[in-house]
């Protein structure tokens, strides 16, 4: 079978055709997603993507489910995995009807903050791993296992991270430096190219118009950076999307559970333990017909 999986990160399967906007490895294919996908009509049996629609703004979303369609073969699946507003919303509810309540669980006013931070910090931050990094990196996290459920395995690698830290701003640098460093060793030249300009543009900017348009524009590029959510989407939304691109047959899945043959061995929704690996995430399947 031929499978796309497309912006697929430092997290794919040699079985599949991996692309991403930078490539990670050997087996990644560096393209601009931007620009559609490099591959004829009628050319994949089935397309995975996860964690990226978000990245989008709804136009440019639209625009990939188009072209991912038009990749796919006649009875084609296509997977799409995204952060499950409906999921994060009644969490939330659920949180703020017991912190209204004369009587609360151990953690409700722990896991009440940090589920605000989970609605709204990807869409608002201004740094690397943002509000939520920091958050995480707390000394004597008492509701630790409780964002392991919400995130699962980002979590834990944040987790980790806390425990041999001092204190979280020491935490907060050594990650944000340590994720800058993993990306700038894991691009393309030509993404080492854009990084110097972009560099010797801010040195630019701060010459012709002073530290505060420099700050401004250090956050603009962050912004472009691919970190921030630009939309969310539920089961209702998501549906429509894939309805409105042409797919049919559209339905909500486990994160085990696919009509893409041997999807689970691929370790691309789960762990090699079996449990899922984004757990805050919404599963999706259709059927171009």
């Not at 049996?45 to 489910?65: F, G, K, N």
Request: aromatic share 8%; with cysteine.
């Amino acid at each position: 079978m031929n499978l796309l999986n497309i912006g697929c990160g430092g997290h794919f399967h040699p079985a599949w055709t991996n692309i991403d906007l930078v490539s990670t490895a050997p087996e990644v294919r560096a393209y601009d997603l931007r620009k559609g996908l490099p591959y004829a009509e009628n050319s994949f049996d089935a397309a995975y993507t996860s964690h990226v629609l978000e990245h989008l703004t709804p136009h440019h979303a639209r625009i990939s489910l188009q072209e991912q369609f038009r990749v796919l073969k006649k009875g084609g699946i296509v997977r799409v995995v995204v952060p499950d507003l409906e999921n994060k919303a009644r969490e939330y509810v659920r949180l703020l009807d017991e912190m209204s309540s004369t009587t609360t669980s151990p953690n409700t006013a722990q896991n009440h903050e940090w589920m605000i931070l989970e609605l709204l910090d990807q869409m608002v931050r201004t740094k690397v791993g943002g509000e939520m990094g920091a958050y995480i990196l707390r000394p004597n996290l008492a509701n630790a296992q409780y964002l392991i459920e919400r995130i699962g395995d980002e979590a834990e690698e944040w987790l980790k991270v806390a425990q041999n830290q001092a204190s979280s701003q020491q935490g907060s640098q050594a990650i944000a430096q340590k994720s800058l460093l993993q990306k700038a060793l894991s691009k393309s030249p030509s993404f080492l190219v854009q990084k110097v300009r972009e560099a010797l543009a801010q040195v630019a900017v701060r010459f012709l118009a002073g530290s505060g348009a420099a700050a401004a524009f250090k956050e603009s590029l962050f912004r472009s950076s691919g970190e921030l959510h630009l939309w969310m989407y539920d089961r209702i939304s998501l549906g429509q999307l894939l309805q409105e691109v042409g797919f049919s047959d559209i339905r909500v899945c486990r994160f085990d559970e696919s009509r893409i043959p041997n999807f689970s061995s691929y370790l691309l929704d789960s762990t090699p333990q079996g449990t899922v690996r984004k757990a805050d995430s919404l599963f999706m399947e259709a059927r171009k017909g």
